[in-house]
């Protein structure tokens, strides 16, 4: 966190995760504007081993693939999470709920602030499905940090939502804006 002492500060450690395995992700690229519209004073990775994971399967968790152990040090690395995830049918998609579901049973993920991103303004069914499960993991929702960008049709790659000025405003608000929070918990 972005505690001062003396002359030295860390940075605030935020994790960004797409529910998205497309190449060409709006959800994805909006995470990368995002990371490129944090402050000095944050840090974001974007994490890219969502589709690496086994299916969960909690037989496997006492000798858990190093993949899931990877995913499991990156969560307990960020002081928070932003997830950003398409709608699929109405729902999550299945490897972004696998990869929640490989968190339940550890404590990394447990009080962890969470920030929910939107690529889509009609991708409301995913959004109350994504509140629901990070609320039941115990995940502390950040809702004034969580947005939607207008994205759909757009066809914009991160460099593109970085030169809209009015999606780069958003997102460098709800970063600073979710920072701030992390700091306040």
């Known amino acids: 966190m972005a505690v001062t002492t003396g002359s030295t500060s860390q940075p605030v450690r935020i994790l960004a995760i797409s529910g998205s395995l497309r190449q060409v992700s709006s959800?994805?690229?909006?995470?990368?504007?995002?990371?490129?519209?944090?402050?000095?004073?944050?840090?974001?990775r974007l994490y890219g081993g969502l589709g690496d994971l086994p299916h969960f399967?909690?037989?496997?968790?006492?000798?858990?693939?190093?993949?899931?152990t990877d995913l499991r040090a990156h969560v307990k690395?960020?002081?928070?999470?932003?997830i950003s995830s398409p709608e699929y049918a109405h729902g999550v998609p299945g490897v972004l709920k696998n990869a929640l579901d490989w968190l339940v049973s550890g404590e990394e993920f447990i009080g962890k602030p969470i920030a929910l991103f939107n690529a889509s303004l009609r991708?409301?069914?995913?959004?109350a499905a994504l509140t629901e499960i990070?609320?039941?993991m115990a995940g502390r929702m950040v809702p004034e940090a969580s947005i939607t960008a207008a994205l759909l049709g757009k066809n914009l790659?991160?460099?593109?939502?970085?030169?809209?000025?009015?999606?780069?405003?958003?997102l460098q608000a709800a970063v600073i804006s979710f920072a701030?929070?992390?700091?306040?918990?």
Request: charge should be negative; charged fraction near 15%.
């Open 27 to 44: 959800n994805t690229a909006l995470l990368q504007a995002a990371i490129a519209a944090a402050p000095t004073t944050v840090e974001m």
């Open 134 to 136: 990070v609320t039941t």
């Open 123 to 127: 991708a409301v069914h995913a959004q």
């Open 77 to 82: 690395w960020a002081d928070g999470l932003i």
């Open 57 to 68: 399967n909690p037989d496997l968790e006492p000798m858990e693939p190093p993949v899931v």
């Open 157 to 170: 790659d991160a460099a593109g939502i970085v030169a809209d000025a009015e999606i780069f405003g958003q």
């Open 180 to 185: 701030k929070a992390i700091e306040s918990f």
